[in-house]
């Protein structure tokens, strides 16, 4: 939508998304890294594309210009024993996973250089995917050590530097005021990341809420939401409106004032509103948020695919456990040292009132079976009408004979 509408597009960092790799077989062995692959970057609208496939625990191991490698593997790397953490695979001749981090930055550094000098009067579009601080966990020798806390913590150090060196560069170049920059991450704290080590600094990296990356609890789902914008938002506000981050593609859309397709971003509204200053108040204020713009309602799933809804101060979970990693789960992780729960002796479903237990404490479920039946239906409607917003009604990729959909019964 960026590139329609005049952008120059730059990616510089992970995709993650699958590539179409020309291979002979179906393992990595099988690959033909010497040929371009396809539905990359470059298919999505991006003009330039540095970095990786997927994130950096994952091979393969080599760098990735545009739609190809840049050096055909030739060795492998085994397995990595905690606390580094990568999966075992190919490896290109010029690729070292310390380099990952500083080269992404310095490719972001440089694309901002490029737009500067050009002067043509086009706007860019940069998406960084940073693999930091995502395993493995491996800040640079300049951060070792520079937290006196945990290697983690010393790798978001160094993330949090990258990203004053990128802000200083848009001021350097005068393109500050009118760039809109968002600071945010994919999940909650995964718990490969040690949780038992911060605790010993008493830092709860979930902040109080249930859960971890891969959950249905809001310590899967609550992430940083940093919003940049000189010319438009106001320095030291904050919000506590319900905003997920696929509202960035509506949200792009009503700054450039283009209609979206009605087979496009199904589930998206637009926040421009509260840049702008509605639903805004100063940070420490302690003053209530004034109306929150238009979504009151949000799907999240974790990561056995489990559904949940959130509408107003009720979220309701359509699984009996975390449906991901924390207890309860028949399944824990390694890193939480959980008990494995039979999630048959739990009720079939949990709600929670954010407003009164955001830490997610006590499912009222058996209290308010009207609201139960309220955000279920709302769920169910919402996957039949394959969109949650208005709009002409999508095609359902899912239907009722998909287990994980098989809940949708209980709300006729």
């Known amino acids: 939508m960026l590139k329609e509408n005049g952008y120059t597009t730059g990616i510089f960092g992970k995709w993650h998304l699958g590539l179409d790799w020309t291979r002979t077989g179906t393992q990595l062995e099988n690959v033909d890294f010497a040929q371009p692959f ?51 695979g190919p490896m290109g001749p010029d690729f070292k996973m310390e380099d990952v981090q500083p ?67 848009l001021e350097k170049h005068g393109l500050a005021k009118n760039t809109l920059i968002i600071f945010t991450s994919d999940n909650g704290f995964a718990p490969a990341a040690n949780v038992p080590a911060h ?26 939401f940093i919003a940049h914008w000189p010319a438009t ?16 593609f509506a949200t792009c859309a009503e700054i450039l004032n283009t209609q979206i397709a009605a087979t496009a971003a199904e589930d998206s509204i637009s926040f421009l509103s509260l840049l702008r200053g509605g639903g805004v108040m100063p940070i420490g204020s302690g003053v209530s948020p004034l109306i ?69 404490t006590t499912n009222v479920a058996s209290a308010h079976p009207e609201i139960v039946q309220r955000l279920g239906r709302l769920l169910r409607a919402d996957i039949e009408r394959g969109r949650s917003t208005p709009g002409t009604p999508q095609p359902a990729t899912v239907g009722t004979d998909w287990p994980q959909t098989a809940w949708m019964k209980d709300f006729p």
Not at 199 to 224: I, N, W
Not at 233 to 248: F, P, R, S, W, Y
């Open 233 to 248: 938002i106001k320095a030291g506000t904050t919000t506590h409106a319900l905003v997920e981050q696929l509202d960035l």
């Open 292 to 360: 929150a713009p238009a979504r009151t309602s949000l799907v999240s799933h974790s990561a056995e695919g489990r559904f949940a809804i959130r509408d107003g101060r009720w979220k309701l979970l359509l699984w009996p456990g975390s449906g991901g990693w924390s207890s309860p789960t028949p399944a824990p992780s390694q890193w939480l040292q959980t008990q494995r729960t039979d999630l048959a002796t739990l009720p079939p479903f949990q709600l929670y009132d954010l407003t009164a237990d955001p830490a997610e």
């Open 38 to 88: 396809a539905n990359g970057p470059l298919a999505y609208g991006f003009d330039r594309f540095f970095g990786i496939s997927a994130s950096l625990d994952m091979p393969p191991y080599v760098w990735l210009a545009n739609d190809r490698a840049t050096a055909v593997p030739t060795g492998t790397i085994a397995d990595s024993p905690v606390p580094k953490l990568w999966r075992g």
């Open 199 to 224: 605790a010993k600094f008493k830092h709860d990296p979930s902040a109080g809420f249930r859960g971890y990356k891969s959950d249905l609890f809001e310590g899967g789902h609550r992430v940083p």
């Open 103 to 169: 080269r992404l930055i310095e490719k972001s550094l440089a694309f901002f250089a490029e737009r500067a000098a050009a002067r043509d009067g086009k706007p860019f579009f940069l998406y960084l995917p940073l693999a930091a601080p995502h395993t493995p966990i491996l800040p640079t020798r300049e951060f070792e050590g520079k937290t006196h806390t945990t290697s983690y913590g010393d790798f978001v150090s160094q993330v949090d530097a990258d990203v004053g060196r990128l802000l200083a560069a």
